[in-house]
T-cell receptor, first 112, second 111 residues
Framework: DAGVIQSPRHEVTEMGQEVTLRCKPI?????LFWYRQTMMRGLELLIY????????DSGMPEDRFSAKMPNASFSTLKIQPSEPRDSAVYFC??????????FGPGTRLTVL | DAKTTQPNSMESNEEEPVHLPCNHS???????IHWYRQLPSQGPEYVIH???SNVNNRMASLAIAEDRKSSTLILHRATLRDAAVYYC????????????FGKGTLLTVNP
């Protein structure tokens, strides 16, 4: 199994631009999670889906952030417009039910 | 979410056992104890989890106190590859699928 796949691995953009992060979960997994990691705040859960439906988005920082899961094998996290304080490593994880979560390698986002 | 307390950092020597402690005095009866680790520049990786009984797998052992207010992750023979941040996390066994990460313990393994 290829594991959780995230793209791009690195993204550098300018303030105000739209950023789209992508995630392909492990085949067969029914839960998908988006996390953000910064030095100041550590690892935070942003949102999670079950069977492509958003279950809890209470961690999404503000309306500039949105996440979608159009099908079982693809999810996006979009930031529009981006700001320097959005600079972080964004991780996607997936799981089968309550089984352990498997994390992707992350996308390092830098907003200038 | 119930809170866990871990030392900020620990050191070990290669090929020696490592005992990573975690205190969770406010644990509820339905909380599972999970351990994840994060190697440098990688995503977190599942290590082990348990409810009441001690657990063993190929990576580690988890020793849970009888009152469940503390637990210890045991790496039987540390290698340089085990240098990572180790997170002890409580997860409700009900409908909550969230993992709430704290600061964890940075484990340094000396050659």
């Amino acid at each position: 199994d290829a594991g959780v796949i995230q793209s791009p691995r690195h993204e550098v953009t300018e303030m105000g631009q739209e950023v789209t992060l992508r995630c392909k979960p492990i085949s067969g997994h029914d839960y998908l999670f988006w996390y953000r990691q910064t030095m100041m705040r550590g690892l935070e859960l942003l949102i999670y889906f079950n069977n492509n439906v958003p279950i809890d988005d209470s961690g999404m920082p503000e309306d500039r952030f949105s996440a979608k899961m159009p099908n079982a094998s693809f999810s996006t996290l979009k930031i529009q417009p981006s700001e320097p304080r959005d600079s972080a490593v964004y991780f996607c994880a997936s799981s089968l039910g309550r089984a352990p979560q498997y994390f992707g390698p992350g996308t390092r986002l830098t907003v200038l | 979410d119930a809170k866990t307390t871990q030392p900020n950092s620990m050191e070990s020597n290669e090929e020696e056992p490592v005992h990573l402690p975690c205190n969770h005095s406010t644990i509820s009866g339905t909380d599972y104890i999970h351990w994840y680790r994060q190697l440098p520049s990688q995503g977190p990786e599942y290590v082990i989890h348990g409810l009441t009984s001690n657990v063993n797998n190929r990576m580690a052992s988890l020793a849970i106190a009888e009152d469940r207010k503390s637990s210890t992750l045991i790496l039987h023979r540390a290698t340089l590859r085990d240098a990572a941040v180790y997170y002890c996390i409580l997860r409700d066994g009900g409908s909550n699928y969230k993992l709430t990460f704290g600061k964890g313990t940075l484990l340094t393994v000396n050659p």
